[in-house]
């Protein structure tokens, strides 16, 4: 599976934006789908998760209530809309892909990760 992620940028405080990670493959559909982030100096941490049937989603305490990931199976497209952005979430993002969620919210376990997307929140 080949993930090709877009949609990063500078933006301010209070600003939003949408990341977005197509994947290459037609069973798209039959991976869990998940989003990580890697600020300078610190280790890569889990953001928000998907599952591939149901949609049931899972968040990082740090973006809950701020930041929702959702999936269109028909566009092999995994999405990650982030609202109320703070100078704390700049990092570069990245999605990723694995058979399960349980694996896809972790690092070290998730089979495959699509190119890292910088955000900078300006205070």
Not at 3 to 24: I, K, M, P, Y
Request: aromatic share 12%; charged share 20%.
């Amino acid at each position: 599976v080949q993930l090709q992620a877009s949609g990063g940028g500078l933006v301010q405080a209070g600003d939003s934006l949408r990341h977005s990670c197509a994947a290459s493959q037609r069973t798209f559909s039959s991976y869990a789908m998940g989003w990580f982030r890697q600020a300078p100096g610190k280790e890569r941490e889990f953001v928000a998760a998907i599952t591939w049937s149901l949609g049931i989603t899972f968040y990082a305490d740090s973006v809950k209530g701020r930041f929702t990931i959702s999936r269109d199976n028909a566009k092999n497209t995994v999405y990650l809309q982030m609202n109320s952005l703070k100078p704390e979430d700049t990092a570069v993002y990245y999605c990723a892909a694995d058979m399960t969620v349980k694996s896809v919210r972790r690092s070290d376990l998730v089979d495959y990760w699509g190119q890292g997307t910088l955000v900078t929140v300006s205070s």
